[in-house]
């Protein structure tokens, strides 16, 4: 069974950068799809970006298109979120999950096969 642990969250002034990483010791994430998701205070939890397992495809909500990039390294079993140019409305804990056998959109659009959960880390951004 996958227990994924995210890392890298903090504090950062608007405009500011930060990387999230997504791993998990002890089973390879290769054949899972993985993905970013994120719940701020009295909001559900939304899709943020999900990557394949081979890394060719990735879906990204339209509200980070132009300051998030995931990526994953198969080799490090972990999963990458390049976050820049920061907003206070990214501000939210941040959650990676796997789902085996579905497409990027499924999960991240539509929130399909969503098997392993971490325990998040959290974002603030503010000045």
């Known amino acids: 069974q996958l227990e994924l642990a995210e890392s890298g969250g903090g504090l950062v002034q608007p405009g500011g950068s930060l990387r999230l990483f997504c791993a998990d010791s002890?089973?390879?994430?290769?054949?899972?799809?993985i993905g970013w998701f994120r719940q701020a205070p009295g909001k559900e939890r939304e899709g943020v970006s999900c990557i394949s397992g081979s890394g060719i495809s990735r879906n990204y909500a339209d509200s980070v298109k132009d300051g998030f990039t995931i990526s994953r390294d198969n080799a490090k079993n972990t999963v990458y979120l390049q976050m820049n140019s920061l907003k206070p409305e990214d501000t939210a804990i941040y959650y990676c999950a796997a789902a085996p056998r579905v497409t990027v959109r499924a999960m991240c659009v539509l929130r399909k096969g969503l098997a392993y959960w971490g325990q998040g880390t959290q974002v603030t951004v503010s000045s």
């Open positions: 002890g089973f390879t994430l290769d054949y899972y799809v």
